[in-house]
């Protein structure tokens, strides 16, 4: 049977809250004094996202509309252009609005877009505040250089990332002398 407008309508949000995960760990942020915020190359984030479908895949999915939640379970992949992220399972939360309110990727998290990858057993996405946070042995890498640490937080209304405890960064020029640099 086909699913409801309102199903349909969380079908769409719920896509889109991937697209924004998978976009936050990709998108190019501008820090003039060269850290680790001024990582990524400025072609990951290009005019396509958002314009391309988003297509979802699992062994299962769990939608319940009293409370407001979702879950896909099982061979999670989430693909939108060259944007990619698997995981064990991907759930969420929605408004009253049908606005995304949190979304949580768990179990060997991979995501990755052009030559920038990000890796850890949990990645969500807070839409009230717009912050990603990678947790339990997260990594982000661009061409050879990677940034690791215990926790690792991208803000994205305020064009910033932050690494928490035990930080680790190793920087490795590309052949033309640019620092392929990690997010």
Same mark, same amino acid.
């Given at each position: 049977p086909?699913?409801?407008?309102?199903?349909?309508?969380?079908?769409?949000?719920q896509?889109?809250?991937?697209?924004?995960?998978? @976009?936050?760990?990709?998108?190019?942020?501008?820090?003039?004094?060269?850290?680790?915020?001024?990582?990524?190359?400025?072609?990951?984030?290009?005019?396509s996202?958002?314009?391309?479908?988003?297509?979802?895949?699992?062994? @299962?999915?769990?939608?319940n509309?009293?409370?407001?939640?979702?879950?896909y379970?099982g061979n999670?992949?989430?693909?939108?252009?060259?944007?990619r992220?698997?995981?064990?399972?991907?759930?969420?939360?929605?408004?009253?609005?049908n606005?995304?309110?949190?979304?949580v990727?768990?179990?060997?998290?991979?995501?990755?877009?052009?030559?920038?990858?990000?890796?850890?057993?949990?990645?969500?996405?807070?839409?009230?505040?717009?912050?990603?946070?990678?947790?339990?042995?997260?990594?982000?890498?661009?061409?050879?250089?990677?940034?690791?640490?215990?926790?690792?937080?991208?803000?994205?209304?305020?064009?910033?990332?932050?690494?928490?405890?035990?930080?680790?960064?190793?920087?490795?020029? @590309?052949?033309?002398?640019?620092?392929?640099?990690?997010?």
């Amino acid at each position: 049977p086909k699913p409801s407008s309102a199903a349909s309508d969380v079908y769409k949000r719920q896509a889109l809250a991937c697209a924004i995960l998978i @976009s936050s760990l990709a998108f190019a942020q501008n820090n003039p004094t060269g850290s680790m915020a001024n990582m990524m190359d400025s072609k990951a984030f290009d005019d396509s996202f958002g314009k391309l479908p988003t297509n979802i895949t699992s062994d @299962s999915l769990t939608f319940n509309a009293k409370d407001r939640v979702f879950s896909y379970v099982g061979n999670v992949q989430v693909t939108q252009g060259d944007m990619r992220l698997t995981s064990k399972t991907l759930e969420g939360t929605y408004s009253e609005k049908n606005e995304l309110l949190k979304l949580v990727a768990k179990g060997d998290v991979f995501i990755s877009k052009q030559d920038i990858q990000a890796t850890g057993q949990i990645a969500s996405y807070d839409a009230v505040a717009a912050i990603v946070t990678l947790t339990e042995n997260p990594q982000l890498q661009q061409k050879e250089s990677i940034l690791r640490a215990d926790k690792i937080k991208i803000f994205l209304n305020e064009n910033r990332s932050q690494a928490e405890g035990d930080v680790r960064v190793t920087f490795v020029n @590309s052949k033309d002398g640019n620092p392929g640099m990690p997010s």
